[in-house]
C-alpha cells in the first residue's frame, strides 16, 4: 500500500497534501503512527487512516470548517468539526 514507511520497528503512514489544500491545512503532507510493527495489521490500519485523510480533503474542499489536531497545534473549533490526530506532521521549508 503506498504510503506506508517503517520509523524504527513501528509502521507510519504518510499522504501529501493535495496542492490545492497546502494553503489551507498549511502543510505538505500528513503522517500518523499505526501503532503496529506487523506490516498486515499496518495495511488494515492504513486503510482507515487513508479514508478518514480524503473525507477530511473533501469536507476542506466543501468549504466546511474542520477542526484537525497535527499534534502540534489545533484550528480555532468551528460550527462543523471533524476531529482527527494525524500524528506527526512533516516540516515544510
Given amino acids: 500500500m503506498t504510503g506506508l ?9 504518510r499522504v501529501a497534501v493535495p496542492t490545492d489544500l497546502r494553503s489551507k491545512l498549511a502543510r505538505l503532507d500528513l503522517n500518523r503512527s499505526l ?13 482507515k487512516v487513508a479514508y478518514e485523510v480524503e473525507c477530511l480533503f473533501d469536507q ?8 484537525v489536531d497535527f ?14 490526530d494525524v500524528g506527526e506532521v512533516a516540516e515544510h521549508g
Fill in 35 to 47: 501503532g503496529t510493527s506487523n506490516y498486515y495489521d499496518a495495511v488494515r490500519a492504513a486503510r
Fill in 71 to 84: 499534534g502540534d497545534h489545533a484550528e480555532p473549533e468551528p460550527a462543523s468539526t471533524i476531529t482527527m
Fill in 5 to 13: 514507511w517503517l520509523r524504527g520497528s513501528v509502521w507510519q503512514y
Fill in 60 to 67: 476542506v474542499r466543501s468549504g466546511d470548517q474542520v477542526r
